[in-house]
């Protein structure tokens, strides 16, 4: 299907534990973000892609790895959860750059770490 | 950084106009100012952009003054399926730096029968 998809939807893990979020775009926008969101609080920026192999942190990066070695994906990993990333991860992504923040998220990934 | 202000939350009734307002005092000349929508449960919605004056589109407008350090989203006729967050959003290119990309808390609507 067309769109932005993300895998898993839900997830529990425990502490300590590597999980890998994936999302896939099937637009080949050129711009990718992972946010995440937090119960009752807005979006905060984590990493964004600007292209394949190229990443740049946002403002939360701490504990998440990012890679995109093709246009169309753009996976998080934590790479030892702890209880403090369980939240909402929102990926976005657009077709613009220069001024322009139309994003398109996908439906979400609800982790959970305990 | 520009940094917005936005109504904690709003409450109206269908059929109604809704206007919320975004202050961001210290937006860069190269900023544009958008607005997003989120139900719950689900990721932001693109709304509406701007630069200056006033855009529209089939579900919003966008007022900005000429001084820019606020903009309106104007709601025409809300209905129950308007509740929702409503985010501000302040920003300029991809290339000035990734702070840019800040939600903030948002505007939560509450739509009343």
């Known amino acids: 299907d067309a769109g932005i998809t993300q895998s898993p939807r839900y997830k529990i893990t425990e502490t300590g534990r590597q999980v890998t979020l994936m999302c896939h775009q099937t637009w080949s926008h050129s711009y990718m973000f992972w946010y995440r969101q937090d119960l009752g609080h807005g979006l905060r920026l984590i990493y964004y892609?600007?292209?394949?192999?190229?990443?740049d942190k946002g403002e939360v990066p701490d504990g998440y790895v990012v890679s995109r070695s093709k246009t169309e994906n753009f996976p998080l990993t934590l790479e030892s959860a702890t209880r403090s990333q369980t939240s909402v991860y929102f990926c976005?992504?657009?077709?613009?750059?220069?001024?322009?923040?139309?994003?398109?998220f996908g439906p979400g990934t609800r982790l959970t770490v305990t | 950084l520009a940094k917005t202000t936005q109504p904690i939350s709003m409450d109206s009734y269908e059929g109604q106009e809704v206007n919320i307002t975004c202050s961001h005092n210290n937006i860069a000349t190269n900023d544009y100012i958008t607005w997003y929508q989120q139900f719950p449960s689900q990721g932001p919605r693109f709304i509406i952009q701007?630069?200056?004056t006033k855009v529209t589109n089939e579900v919003a407008s966008l007022f900005i003054p000429a001084d820019r350090k606020s903009s309106t989203l104007s709601l025409p006729r809300v209905s129950l399926s308007d509740t929702a967050v409503y985010y501000c959003l302040v920003g300029g290119s991809m290339d000035t730096g990734r702070r840019a990309l800040t939600f903030g808390s948002g505007t939560r609507l509450q739509v009343q029968p």
């Open positions: 701007g630069y200056k």
């Open positions: 892609s600007a292209a394949a192999d190229i990443t």
């Open positions: 976005a992504s657009s077709d613009t750059g220069g001024g322009l923040y139309e994003q398109y």
